[in-house]
């Protein structure tokens, strides 16, 4: 498979994940671009294969729109030629990987609605802290004035 796949109109990339603490463990995979969603998710067994282990517990609202209590963990994403550090989900055994919306931003990369496939931006938005700028403060309240 390509490092990006469209395929019966879903977008794929292919990832490697890290143990942060051990950046020799690895697992490299097909994930599902998913848009729609904030944080990456992966089955709990492939996580485990690379030592990264759930540091947290949130609720995530699933698909079906029931709401449970899922293991979040940390770990390294490389794809598309870059890294990052970002949330994992942890899924149940079998769960599909999916890359989802902090990650494609982090790296400054969105879906083309037009073709399914994902771009690159010229820049990261950083909207926020130049907003805060412009409005006199530095992201902390205080007035840069």
């Avoid at 019966?8 to 990339?13: C, E, K």
């Avoid at 292919?14 to 690895?26: E, F, H, K």
């Avoid at 029931?66 to 890294?83: H, P, Q, T």
């Amino acid at each position: 498979m390509r490092k990006e796949q469209v395929k019966t109109g879903l977008t794929h990339v292919q990832v490697t994940v890290r143990n942060p603490a051990d950046l020799g463990r690895s697992w490299e995979g097909t994930f599902l671009v998913d848009t729609g969603a904030i944080d990456c998710l992966m089955p709990r067994e492939r996580l485990e294969r690379i030592g990264v282990r759930p540091r947290g517990q949130r609720t995530c609202e699933l698909a079906d729109g029931r709401k449970a209590s899922m293991g979040i963990a940390v770990a390294e994403l490389e794809f598309m030629g870059d890294v990052i550090g970002t949330t994992i989900v942890v899924g149940e055994e079998g769960t599909e990987p999916l890359l989802r919306v902090t990650a494609l931003e982090s790296l400054g990369i969105e879906i083309d609605p037009t073709n399914q496939r994902l771009k690159r931006l010229p820049s990261i938005r950083l909207k926020a802290a130049s907003e805060a700028l412009v409005d006199g403060t530095a992201g902390n309240g205080d007035s840069t004035r």
